[in-house]
């Protein structure tokens, strides 16, 4: 098994480098913790849902700050598609928000490692509809002043999953600010205290 632990560089196409980090494989247990961002940053940690044979989808994200406080939340249905358009459509709509609240150093964080990646590394991809989600992300990137974007594990991003989940229950989009939905609350807290989870392979 391969083990990948180095810091990767995205080449610039305008001016600050996207950072990658993709974390080590190993067959033994992982401990999984969500991190803090440095003291000025903000981080956004994103997830895409699609269920069903339909291939209903969902997207979902939350906002936090140095200190892991709530900034901001959202969910939307985004009706039949792919789990890749999800995930590319919840780090889309993360970023727009972004910018709208004038955040411009940003930790970006995702549970789709190979989506990562690709964006990362500005890969092409053979999807016309996914390269149009991939391009317009890195054009929006290198709006921010510094941009670190890394891969965790589901456990890790399990309050982004849950807005995702919220997702599929909700007619048209909403957005949460400073005060998380109930069902959200309680892995905010273990979050901020740094709760530790063992993901089992």
Request: glycine letters at 8%.
């Amino acid at each position: 098994m391969l083990v990948f632990n180095n810091i990767f560089r995205c080449h610039r196409l305008i001016q600050n480098p996207v950072r990658l980090l993709l974390r080590s494989w190993h067959k033994e247990p992982i401990p999984v913790s969500w991190k803090k961002p440095e003291i000025g940053w903000t981080k956004l940690n994103f997830d895409g849902s699609c269920k069903g044979r339909g291939g209903k989808g969902s997207i979902g994200g939350i906002i936090r700050n140095h200190k892991a406080e709530f900034l901001l939340g959202y969910a939307e249905s985004i009706g039949r598609t792919t789990s890749t358009i999800a995930e590319l459509s919840a780090l889309r709509r993360g970023l727009e928000l972004v910018l709208e609240n004038g955040w411009t150093d940003l930790w970006l964080e995702g549970d789709a490692r190979t989506l990562i990646d690709v964006i990362v590394r500005r890969r092409q991809v053979k999807c016309a509809e996914v390269q149009r989600y991939v391009s317009h992300i890195n054009l929006i990137i290198p709006e921010l002043n510094n941009c670190v974007l890394t891969h965790i594990y589901r456990e890790g991003n399990r309050a982004a999953d849950m807005f995702a989940q919220i997702g599929h229950q909700l007619e048209k989009p909403r957005i949460w600010w400073h005060v998380p939905p109930n069902e959200v609350v309680r892995i905010v807290e273990e979050d901020a205290e740094g709760k530790m989870i063992i993901r089992r392979r």
